[in-house]
Nanobody, 117 residues
Framework: QVQLVESGGGLVQPGVSLRLSCAASGSIFAIYVMGWYRQTPGRQRELVATLTPGGITNYADSVKGRFTISRDNAKKTVYLQMNSLKPEDTAVYYC???????????WGQGTQVTVSS
């Protein structure tokens, strides 16, 4: 099992950039597909981006070209670089680690991102 702690959220104006970090501990980081999801009140949690240990990425259409997911296996950390933020990006962002061995998911506590002028 892996423990996840997100950081980097905040209140920003439209058009600026923000980088989220997710630090993992407790297990072998390299066996996990890492991902970022987001959720707004009254809506289901939705996928933002995922990154496999081999470097394959997947992005939601709404963030393609603006967001970039990356990972540092040595630091056991995954990042989400968010550029050209829009008000509709406002949400609680959750880090996810999906084990390729046990097929189970681990979640962080979430970090709030608010994009508003």
């Amino acid at each position: 099992q892996v423990q996840l702690v997100e950081s980097g959220g905040g209140l920003v104006q439209p058009g600026v950039s923000l980088r989220l970090s997710c630090a993992a501990s407790g297990s072998i980081f390299a066996i996990y597909v890492m991902g970022w999801y987001r959720q707004t009140p009254g809506r289901q949690r939705e996928l933002v981006a995922t990154l496999t240990p081999g470097g394959i990425t997947n992005y939601a259409d709404s963030v393609k070209g603006r967001f970039t997911i990356s990972r540092d296996n040595a630091k056991k950390t995954v990042y989400l670089q968010m550029n050209s933020l829009k008000p509709e990006d406002t949400a609680v962002y959750y880090c996810n680690a999906h084990s390729l061995v046990t097929r189970t998911d681990n979640w962080g506590q979430g970090t709030q991102v608010t994009v508003s002028s």
